[in-house]
């Protein structure tokens, strides 16, 4: 792989040799590899094969994880967010230590893993939140909480150039990794002034199914607005929006 220079860039293929844009600028590489039906074939790819069945298995409960909270996701994610993610599931799924190379999966690997995963890298929410809080994933109730005590804005939350409000968000979610399904819910306090003035006690309680056998997750994050003539916008389009996993419950 070669990035382009020059005042033309080249889209397409000419020859053997593929131009293509990317985050990273304008690239060009040759084409070539090794035929699709040997690899599913041949017994020196099985590792290969293993592998692939894997990373796919990581792709897909990623996916899962990022639509079970997509209202939260709107107005908080990079845009590498789903190779990160899926680079993390990976890490689960190897920790899987009673199923077979190429069978390793979610459920039987370590998704707790996942606990401080930061879904935005612009703006995390370990350098944002400074607030301590309590997050509880309660199985037998269903009920996947968060609570802060009273605390001063502006001294524990490290808000981007502009803000004048924020809201905590958060999502409790229960995830059947197997059959690509879940149950979400979620909460959010009104926007908040960030100020000196204390706020009151905050908390959120979100339900999923009591005594539920799949895995459960806490999302936790903010938005930072700006007021202007009395109406409040998302600041900078949600850019530094934090969002994280502040509590994950395999089974």
Known sequence: ???????????????DITFYKTKDGHMAREKGGIDAKRIANDPAFQRTR?????????????KVLRTSIRSL?????????????????????????????????IIDGEAELLIGF???INGTLGTSLFAPYTAAIERVSGAITVDFASFVPANM????????HFKIISAGTEIDFEAE???????????LPWDTQPTSA?????????????????????????EVNGK????????????????VNGI
């Open 1 to 15: 792989m070669a990035q382009q220079k020059g005042i033309i860039k080249l889209k397409g293929t000419i020859g």
């Open 50 to 62: 293993e592998n692939g069945a894997e990373f796919g298995r990581a792709g897909k409960a990623g």
């Open 73 to 105: 996701l709107l107005n908080t994610a990079d845009s590498r967010m789903v190779s990160r993610l899926t680079q993390s599931m990976i890490k689960v799924i190897q920790a899987d230590s009673t199923s077979e190379r190429g069978m390793r999966n």
């Open 118 to 120: 930061e879904f935005n």
């Open 157 to 164: 939350i490290a808000a981007p150039a502009g803000t004048t």
């Open 181 to 191: 399904t879940f149950i979400e819910s979620h909460s959010e306090t009104l926007p």
């Open 202 to 226: 905050i908390s959120h309680i979100n339900m999923v199914t009591p005594n539920s056998g799949k895995p459960l997750f806490l999302a936790l994050g903010m938005e930072f607005y700006q």
């Open 232 to 247: 409040m916008y998302s600041l900078k389009n949600g850019t530094y929006n934090p969002l994280a996993l502040a509590a």
